[in-house]
């Protein structure tokens, strides 16, 4: 992908706590404290994600498992329309 | 063929919830508990069998881990176990890894892992029945190439596959495959360097990624990128336009009012029968052992031994054993509510009040074990991933009711409050009191443990599935034969002390008042009067108290042998214990002292094998004793309290 186009995707990326709920996304990066434990339960790059809820915890769904998990640390992941 | 000389050593391993546990109980033929949640498994479980060709394995079952980079105690047994870091156990020589194959992306990650780890690994995807009921479509020859171990596809709740998975463990074990990426030159010197370095190759493979490390990142982004390239024509799937049944359950039952109203109603529901469908099962009990008693009295002369055999042995055995029916009622609904995916819903209902107390929903889990037994509750807590939350959460769960209460509880609130409902309300009641007075606590006392950072709720909720019944069953049979043993052992031996304290020494007089007054027991009570009248209770009550805390069941054997009362009858035993009568000639048990009695059952630590197992998960007696004397002083005090202001108020 062109640099342009990469800077661009990266900067038009939502926090998962800011996504809409219903839809299907895709993650772009994961920037914060907890990226470790995030990527090893299902969170990780490339990874689609469908948020189902919004909240204080928010439900999704990663590779068909349905995840809690809260405000703070969907913060941390940062994501893209699929 | 000639047996090996020592069986061969196999670690199961694999993501929470992936069926390690439905596996290791189908190839050894154990009956380790089972549940459709995160975290069911906390320890380390060995057992054996033998492969088609004869030779003996030791497998052993270890908790599951997202990772071998531990974010909790249960974890890090699993790390240690690999790493032979773990009680001078040597490290296993093969590992079989257990893959949801309905979520197999998520479970490659720690299969990459364990392959780095240089084991010879075989791969079992589970599940592979559901997976192909969800049209996923996956090849295991293709995964196989790429990773370079078998991948057996497996059913471990309807035993398919089982036969080639055996044939695959056969020994001697192929060398391992290797690393199956490969990273930039950057990190491949680093792991050529950590590894010469450290003691053993897989310690050093650990080190070079572990969190905080220079390369963490990089090395977690590239086996991800592996397993990316490695599924992509292994795994297809299907069109996933459609909501599952879990999502929809999910939109109603985790809603914040409708979960809620379901949650209250469920627990309703579960109390409630705990009253409503004992009573058949309970008569029947007890007219068995009324029969048992009237045939012991026709064969034994009257005398000494035939009182010890009739009114020590089988009124105090039948007197705790009539419960066994509402024991068994509870585990059923636990057992359901473990199997069914439910626990880890009431986790996440469950999260919005924990927090404000300072514990996460996760903390919920070992909460709700401890209403069975706060022994499973207090292990569960290696869950959790924070040591002063965990710390917190072991140090309030005595005060979640658990099983052994029971039997107080039914037979004091009938003759408080009349109807099944309305004592089912009541004892829904009663669990609600110990379970927020013990999130009060670990308010209280998590500042002072010194609890910085707020906890990070982050939690799998597992697909709703139909409650396997075998594993009901199991459950509830373990628990009620768990039951049995202990009335036929511990309270046998309680009730025969009981018994002798309550007939010995003998007075000469022949008026049965007088001779009870001579007793060891009057004798007690008359010496522990001065503390437990304060509670309105009189010296029969304080002793059966003290009696209590051996076992907690045999508070009814000791007022039975006091009161000179049936004990197997229940009904007989209610009414004279409610005629029973104060020296001044008022009524003893009212309403106000049956709930005194109640509210120090709630907050009493009277559980020696609590306080053992407390001290360990701790490492320290400072935890455990002050955990005992702290409980035991807030329930006298709370009995007090009830009973002193009840008077004050009924007296305007």
């Known amino acids: 992908m062109p640099v342009l186009a990469t800077e661009l995707q990266v900067d038009s990326a939502l926090t998962l706590s800011q996504a809409a709920t219903g839809c299907e996304f895709q993650i772009r990066e994961l920037e914060g404290t907890n990226c470790r434990q995030l990527r090893e339960i299902g969170f990780c790059e490339e990874m689609r994600v469908r948020k189902l809820t919004n909240g204080r915890n928010m439900l999704c769904t990663i590779c068909g498992t349905q995840l809690a998990l809260s405000k703070d640390l969907a913060d941390q992941i940062r994501v893209i329309p699929a | ?652």
């Not at chain 2, 309680?494 to 002798?500: C, I």
């Open chain 2, 1 to 652: 063929m000639s047996a090996p000389s020592r069986s061969a050593r196999i670690a199961l391993v694999g993501n929470p919830n992936a069926g390690k546990t439905t596996l290791f109980n189908e190839l050894t033929g154990q009956n380790q508990k089972v549940g459709n949640y995160s975290g069911s498994t906390i320890s380390r479980k060995s057992g054996s069998f033998y492969t088609p060709h004869g030779h003996q394995i030791e497998l052993i079952d270890l908790p599951g881990t997202y990772s071998l980079y531990p974010n909790s105690p249960d974890e890090q047994i699993t790390r240690d176990v690999l790493l032979g870091d773990h009680q001078n156990e040597e490290a296993p020589e093969m590992v079989l890894c257990v893959l949801d194959a309905t979520h197999l992306e998520r479970h490659l990650y720690l299969l990459i892992q364990i392959i780095d780890l240089g084991f010879p690994v075989v791969a079992a995807l589970n599940k592979t029945d559901l997976a192909e009921a969800r049209g996923l479509r996956i090849d295991p020859t293709v995964l196989s190439e790429q990773f370079g171990i078998p991948f057996v596809p497996i059913s471990a709740t309807t035993s398919r596959g089982l036969t080639t998975l055996k044939h695959s463990l056969r020994h001697p074990f192929p060398p391992p495959a290797g690393r199956a990426w490969k990273g930039t030159s950057e990190i491949e010197s680093a792991i050529a360097q950590s590894t010469e370095s450290a003691t053993t190759h897989q310690h050093g493979i650990l080190k070079v990624g572990e969190p905080g490390s220079e390369h963490e990142q990089s090395i977690q982004k590239t086996r991800f990128a592996f397993i990316h390239r490695a599924i992509s024509n292994g795994l297809k799937h299907p069109d996933q336009s459609s909501r599952r049944l879990s999502e929809h359950l999910d939109s109603h039952l985790l809603h914040p009012l409708r979960g809620w109203i379901f949650f209250v109603l469920l627990m309703l529901t579960v109390f409630w029968s705990i009253f409503e469908f004992a009573a058949l099962p309970m008569d029947f009990i007890e007219v068995q052992f009324e029969n048992l008693g009237a045939m012991v009295e026709r064969w034994i002369p009257e005398g000494d031994f035939r009182s010890l055999v009739v009114d020590g042995i089988i009124a105090g055995v039948g007197g705790v054993l009539i419960f066994l029916p509402q024991i068994m009622l509870l585990f059923f609904f636990i057992s359901i509510l473990e199997s069914s995916g439910y626990m880890a819903r009431a986790a996440f209902l469950m999260d919005g009040i924990m927090s404000k107390v300072g514990l996460s929903g996760k903390a919920f889990l070992p909460l709700l074990s401890g209403y069975a037994c706060a022994i499973p509750g207090i292990l569960a807590t290696r869950t959790i991933p924070n040591a002063k939350e965990r710390l917190a959460t072991i140090l309030i769960l005595p005060w979640t009711s658990c099983s052994a209460r029971l039997p107080v509880y039914i037979l004091m609130i009938p003759m408080m409050i009349p109807g099944a409902f309305a004592q089912g309300l009541a004892l829904l009641g009663i669990y609600v009191l110990g379970t927020v007075t013990a999130l009060l606590a670990a308010k209280i006392l998590k500042p002072r443990l010194g609890v910085a950072e707020p906890p990070q709720f982050l939690l799998e909720l597992p697909p709703y599935q139909r409650p396997q019944i075998k594993e009901v069953i199991r459950q509830v049979w373990d628990r009620a034969s768990a039951f049995i043993r202990k009335a036929g052992t511990v309270i046998l031996g309680l009730s025969v002390l009981l018994w002798f304290l309550g007939t010995y020494p003998k007075s000469t007089s022949d008026d049965p008042s007088v001779q009870q007054k001579a007793t060891f027991n009057a004798q007690i009570g008359r010496a522990i009067e001065p503390i437990v009248s304060p509670l309105g209770w009189d010296d029969k009550m304080g002793t059966a108290v003290i009696a209590s805390f051996a076992a907690r069941e045999v508070f009814r054997s000791s007022l039975a042998v006091s009161y000179a009362t049936d004990e197997e009858d229940e009904k007989a035993m209610r009414e004279t214990l409610s005629q029973a009568k104060r020296d001044d000639g008022s009524k003893l048990y009212t309403p106000l002292v049956g709930l005194s009695i109640i509210v120090f059952f709630i907050y009493a630590l009277q559980c020696l094998p609590t306080t053992v197992v407390v001290r360990r998960e701790t490492g320290s007696w400072k935890w455990a004793l002050g955990q005992l004397s702290a409980m035991t002083l807030f329930a006298y005090l709370a009995a007090l309290m009830v009973y002193q202001i009840g008077k004050l108020i009924l007296a305007i």
